[in-house]
Nanobody, 128 residues
């Protein structure tokens, strides 16, 4: 069973930076496609960034493009989200997700339904 544990959230001022990490256990990351979503109070979970099945490239939501960077360390089974130039609109609980690779077509990792496993989330608050 895959387990995901996020860390790195907190309170930061507008314009600041945070780095989120997600450690996966139970399966090596070579067999997983990883992504980040976020959920603000009273709103649905929304896509932030993810790796795609096509050559391991990454894809981003328009709202974070140029400010956030997703990366992974396969040796440590970790995926990170570097968040720069944060704004109050980035305030949310951030979730790490893992989609298991199968023999079928690659899942669309921009969709929450593609993910088989989720972490418990980490709170990010951007406020002065």
């Amino acid at each position: 069973q895959v387990q995901l544990v996020e860390s790195g959230g907190g309170l930061v001022q507008p314009g600041g930076s945070l780095r989120l990490s997600c450690v996966a256990s139970g399966r090596t990351m070579s067999y997983l496609l990883m992504g980040w979503f976020r959920q603000a109070p009273g709103k649905e979970r929304k896509f932030v960034a993810a790796f795609t099945g096509s050559g391991g490239s990454s894809v981003y939501a328009d709202s974070v493009k140029g400010r956030f960077t997703i990366s992974r360390d396969n040796a440590r089974n970790t995926v990170n989200l570097q968040m720069n130039n944060l704004t109050p609109e980035d305030t949310a609980v951030y979730f790490c997700g893992a989609a298991e690779l199968t023999r079928g077509p690659y899942p669309d990792t921009t969709k929450a339904a593609a993910y088989d496993h989720w972490g418990q989330g980490t709170q990010v608050t951007v406020s002065s």
